[in-house]
């Protein structure tokens, strides 16, 4: 299987799915050929020097064996990738709290996902008012994560209780494909953005627009007949929320496309 099946294997599990298999999947499909097993065998040897400890103690040891945000090339497609993060020890917020969630998580520290708008955190489970930051090296207090919040949303902004609410991996994976999509449609990279709106649309719950998006890119590549059928599937779908005005541009785009074969 390559890494776009696996992947969509690994999403039918559900709340089973394994965060660490779904984010080297990932890194599989856009970072070249990987051995998943053997970037998880790395995770485990990182566990086993950590040793144990605190959710405070693992983010200091991180930091001391130079794991750090990649702040100088922030939209580096790199930093989402996993195997590349414990290659360089360079990442971005979603991806080093991955890593910090599943060394962790080998040593018995229960840490789960915070999407906050505009930076990833974790807390411990079992003390969800304890949050840390593993890209800015810092255990943070709910008044802190409030400061952090503010930084993006404004000094109005208030942390609610949705906002740290604990996501499960197949959350997490979307966010990091969404932060991929967005980099690879700001570069012009379409080759790139086909692969990771794929792996979205293998997500529960994903939006009309991604298959949209897909079609679009699709179309830029050439690649019509694919597109074609990308938006036929859409517009057949019941369960596809879209407007009068959405319904009839995808079946006049649709007919534009289908003309195209001929």
Known sequence: ??????FRNEVEL???????????????????????SGEQARLDELATDFGGGTAAELMGWLRIRGFRGN???????????????LDRG????????????????????????????????VAERDEPDRFHNPFRHQSMSPAQVTELLRRFAGPAARLTPDMVQPVGALSIAA????NLAHIYAHTARPADLEWVLRFQTTLPGAAPA?????????????????????LAALVADPLAPAT??????????????RGNLN
Not at 1 to 6: F, K, L, N, P, Q
């Open 1 to 6: 299987m390559d890494a776009s099946e696996e």
């Open 14 to 36: 559900g709340g089973a799915a394994a965060l660490d298999r779904l984010a080297l999947l990932i890194a599989a499909k856009g970072a070249g050929p990987l051995d998943v």
């Open 71 to 85: 702040a100088d090339s922030y939209y580096d497609p790199d930093n989402s990738f996993l195997n590349r993060v």
């Open 90 to 121: 360079l990442g971005i917020p979603i991806s080093l709290s991955v890593l910090a969630i599943e060394v962790g998580r080998r040593c018995d520290i229960h840490l789960v996902g915070i999407g906050l708008p505009g930076e990833f955190i």
């Open 175 to 178: 966010r990091m494909l969404a």
């Open 210 to 230: 991604v298959r949209r998006q897909l079609v679009a890119t699709l179309a830029a590549l050439g690649r019509f007949w694919e597109a074609s059928d990308v």
């Open 244 to 257: 009068p005005d959405e319904r009839e541009a995808d079946e006049t785009l649709l007919t534009q496309l």
